[in-house]
């Protein structure tokens, strides 16, 4: 923040804080927005900023770093590790031989309860991700060390945890099983090994994959398309050997055909009693109810671009207010509304 009388928001700190903050810009850190205090700063302040950021520091509007973000962060489907973590956070249990690192192009896992055996996660890596519509399945490779454990979950956005692979649920792997490759798939694996398909793969003890082979598994991702999730890779010592290590690579999120996002050309409102001959047109939000007067909502989409097979469509509403515990229905009507 640019303020005089405010410590560390003179232009020599702000320009400081800038040219030292991460350069990922596929973690949040990697991007920062700079607050200016209008009545004690001006432009020639913003400028004497500018010109002192060294020169990997891009300079952007609100709306490029929205966009930027959305693309580099949220919308990012997939990650080979060849660069680095790439907005993957790593944190570990805090025992002396837990780490969460990069390692020679993957994710590393490693820790150990030196005999005392606990629940808690020595070491966890994390990314925030939006998932498309058409979002399938999470597939990536993994192998272990000294009988390291995994454990897959996704935090959704009202901070419920999904376990997609349990610690010793992991799917048994199978070399015949066919590599799913669906229209608009990002996934990518190493080649030479077996195929797992969590959502119809047979389960079994996890010792199938806990060796040093690479193993691809593939987990249904279905029951949370388009949402904002955070996956979680989970590793814990397993019991056995000094070293427990987990190796995660080739993540990414597979899809199904190509999703469109269709906004809506026009909507409305009607009540009826004495509203019936309101329009609501111009109102900013839509309102239902069957309360004192019934309301209903419209919104007309053009689908004259659309072609091929639809596979499925999804109505997304964001409510504002929500009195009792109606239950909201959806229909097709007449486009002469």
Aim: no cysteine.
């Amino acid at each position: 923040m640019l303020w005089t009388g405010l410590s560390g928001a003179d232009e020599a700190s702000v320009t400081a804080a800038l040219n030292s903050a991460a350069r990922d810009p596929y973690s949040s850190a990697g991007y920062s927005l700079v607050m200016v205090h209008v009545w004690s700063k001006d432009l020639t302040s913003v400028q004497t900023v500018i010109n002192g950021l060294a020169p990997p520091v891009r300079v952007v509007t609100p709306g490029e770093l929205v966009a930027l973000m959305t693309t580099n962060i949220a919308g990012k489907h997939t990650f080979d590790f060849e660069a680095g973590l790439l907005g993957w956070a790593g944190t570990t249990s805090g025992k002396p031989s837990d780490r969460a690192d990069w390692l020679d192009g993957a994710l590393r896992l490693a820790g150990s309860d030196a005999g005392i055996a606990d629940t808690v996660p020595n070491a966890t890596f994390s990314r925030p991700v939006s998932l498309p519509l058409n979002a399938t399945q999470l597939r990536f490779d993994t192998r272990a060390e000294g009988d390291g454990l995994l454990r897959v979950r996704l935090r959704r956005a009202n901070g419920v945890f999904v376990t997609l692979a349990d610690w010793n649920s992991l799917p048994a792997p199978n070399p015949l099983t066919p590599s799913l490759s669906p229209s608009g798939g990002e996934g990518v694996r190493r080649t030479g090994e077996g195929v797992v398909q969590g959502f119809n793969a047979r389960m079994d003890s996890g010792n199938s994959l806990r060796d040093q082979s690479w193993h691809t598994l593939a987990l249904d991702l279905m029951p949370y398309a388009g949402e904002d999730v955070t996956f979680h890779f989970e590793q814990n010592d397993g019991g056995s050997g000094v070293n427990h290590a987990r190796y995660i690579d080739n993540i990414g999120v597979d899809k199904l055909g190509v999703a469109d996002v269709i906004e809506p050309e026009a909507d409305s409102y009607a009540r009826d009693g004495a509203f019936a001959s309101a329009n609501f047109g111009s109102a900013s939000v839509l309102s239902t109810s069957q309360d004192t007067d019934t309301q209903e909502s419209y919104l007309r989409f053009v689908l004259t671009n659309v072609s091929g097979r639809v596979l499925e469509a999804r109505l997304r509403l964001t409510p504002v207010a929500v009195t009792g515990g109606a239950t909201n229905a959806i229909a097709v009507v007449p486009d002469n509304y």
